[in-house]
């Protein structure tokens, strides 16, 4: 397609800063993790790993449970001393849907980890819309009194459109009947 055809579709640029998105509460995951043990350093870094042992999670639209397997293979930056989640784990609703979650980001210099997270539900399922969202978490380690890490507790949001568009996409929507 030729620029001079998507020109005319572009909004009117305005020196304005336009309105934050917004983000609505998922729900609460806490979460045990087994002993973590290293991968050690590599080319890409010093990975570990934390089995995640189990746990639950509490929401405002559902709650579920998080089955004994799943774990994060965090990866370190000695150099820059910064640490990377990369976590994948399951919720199983309390009406048995199973929904697979992964979640990856950085330490933040307070000490909880900013997440991405990703959602996938059936789409034959009362959750398939968990497949069509972008979420972000603030996972915070806890840990025991030797500083080992035994579990995680993670706060999880949706993000939602700013009021000044949000709504327009129903109202405007032209319906196709087939
Ligand atoms: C989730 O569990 C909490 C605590 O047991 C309960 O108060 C709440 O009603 C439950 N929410 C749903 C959506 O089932």
Redesign the pocket.
Request: glycine content about 14%.
């Given at each position: 397609m030729k620029l001079s055809t998507l020109l005319p579709l572009l909004p009117l640029a305005t020196a304005s800063t336009p309105a934050s998105p917004g983000l609505s509460y998922l729900g609460h995951a806490s979460i045990a993790a087994s002993a973590p043990f290293s991968i050690g350093s590599s080319t890409f870094g010093s990975r570990t790993v934390f089995p995640l042992a189990g746990g639950t999670f509490?929401?405002?639209?559902?709650?579920a449970t998080v089955p004994a397997y799943g774990g994060d293979w965090g990866l370190g930056n000695p150099t820059v001393g910064n640490f990377y989640v990369d976590a994948r784990y399951q919720l199983k609703t309390?009406d048995g849907v199973d929904i697979y979650v992964s979640a990856n980001g950085p330490q933040q210099p307070e000490g909880v980890l900013h997440t991405r997270v990703r959602f996938e539900a059936g789409s034959d399922t009362p959750y398939g819309w968990l497949s069509g969202i972008v979420a972000v978490g603030i996972t915070t380690p806890v840990v025991d009194e030797d500083g080992q890490v035994e579990g995680i507790e993670i706060d999880l949001w949706r993000m939602t459109s700013p009021s000044t568009i949000a709504g327009k996409g129903k109202k405007g929507k032209k319906t196709r009947r087939v």
């Open positions: 509490i929401g405002p639209l559902f709650n309390t």
